[in-house]
């Protein structure tokens, strides 16, 4: 019997809590993010290497509230130069949990590729005791090397669970537990390595996204606005005059706001400024109620941002980026 050649994995490292170290292993919270090497990881799961072939690299080192758009924006270039390495069969990038669904998305609409990508983190450093890093990165890598993640977007793998980076949403503070798929659901689950998929992502993602790294030479700045009760409208004044050029309001129920909160978006809309209302509530749909507004669907604001980042970027009309808030 001819022994099936393992895949080759790349392992991209850019900090986070997966790659975080604290004095204590009972200090969960005061780590420094990033401190450690991807090879500590891989280190603590030797297993690993009998699911393929990894190769790993440090990208950068740093904690994920901190990481920026062109912080994004160059993770994604370099994924972009691994995907197109025809000796690369699948890819794992590990990030920190606060903005990891944001980077995940982003990644889902900018990587032109049919190849695994997985997105991974942790919830406890791993100089913690329990620290779900190791399996984690684990798991990741079972999901990146089996046939059946090909074509389905890029994907987050926590807990056991697979999620679409679309659906992906960090729910919990501080629980292993914390990443859900909202409406989404979940896509299936690797347990101890073994794969297992139960659906696929239906709306457009990497191999058929209409956004193209080669035209995104930056990232316009687009802002969000809470809404509270008595909410100042005045602040989205100075969204626009500090230079924003989308918001993306995070609205009551399906998207509604305070009369005050209307007359200043149809201002700062007559300036040019690109406005697309979302909720404030985890799951369900919004509706636009002022003419030029652009109803975000079922995006959570800082998805939403994400999208109009690019959409912007890429110098798309209204109609075309109300349409993207359809097809993503």
């Known amino acids: 019997m001819i022994e099936q050649k393992k895949k080759r994995i790349y392992i991209l490292g850019s900090g986070g809590t997966i790659a975080g170290l604290a004095p204590s292993p ?25 699911l393929a072939e990894i190769i790993s690299e440090d990208f950068c080192s740093i ?13 994604a270039r370099r994924a972009a130069e691994l995907l197109a390495d025809c000796t690369v069969d699948g890819l794992v990038i590990t990030s920190g949990t606060d903005t990891l669904e944001e980077l995940a998305y982003f990644l889902n609409l900018t990587l032109t590729t049919q190849k695994p990508v997985v997105v991974v983190g942790a919830m406890r450093p791993l100089s913690a005791y329990g620290s779900d890093g190791p399996v984690n990165l684990y798991n990741a890598v079972a999901v990146a090397a089996d046939d059946a993640s090909c074509g389905k977007g890029v994907l987050v793998v926590l807990n056991d669970t697979i999620l679409s980076a679309r659906g992906a949403v ?22 101890a390595g073994t794969v297992r998929f139960f659906a696929a992502p239906c709306s457009r993602h990497t191999y058929n996204s209409e956004f193209k790294l080669s035209d995104v030479h930056d990232l316009p700045p687009v802002d969000i606005f809470y809404m509270s009760g008595g909410a100042d409208a005045r602040l989205l004044n100075v969204m626009a005059d500090l230079g924003a050029c989308g918001v993306v309001v995070a609205g009551f129920g399906n998207g509604t706001f305070s009369d005050a909160v209307g007359e200043h978006l149809n201002e700062i809309m007559g300036e040019g400024v690109v406005c697309v209302v979302t909720s404030r509530c985890q799951t369900g749909l919004t509706r636009a109620t002022l003419s030029g507004l652009i109803a975000g669907g079922d995006f959570s604001p800082q998805k939403a941002r994400v999208l109009l980042m690019l959409a912007l970027a890429c110098n798309l009309g209204n109609a075309d980026i109300a349409r993207c808030f359809i097809e993503y």
């Open 170 to 191: 960090k729910q919990d503070s501080c629980r292993v537990h914390t990443f859900c798929g909202g409406d989404f659901g979940t896509l299936g689950y690797v347990l």
């Open 63 to 75: 904690a994920s509230e901190n990481a920026t758009p062109e912080v994004w924006l160059s993770i």
């Open 26 to 50: 009972v200090d969960f919270f005061g780590y420094t993010a990033g401190a450690a090497v991807i090879d500590s990881l891989l280190h603590r799961v030797p297993e690993i290497n009998e």
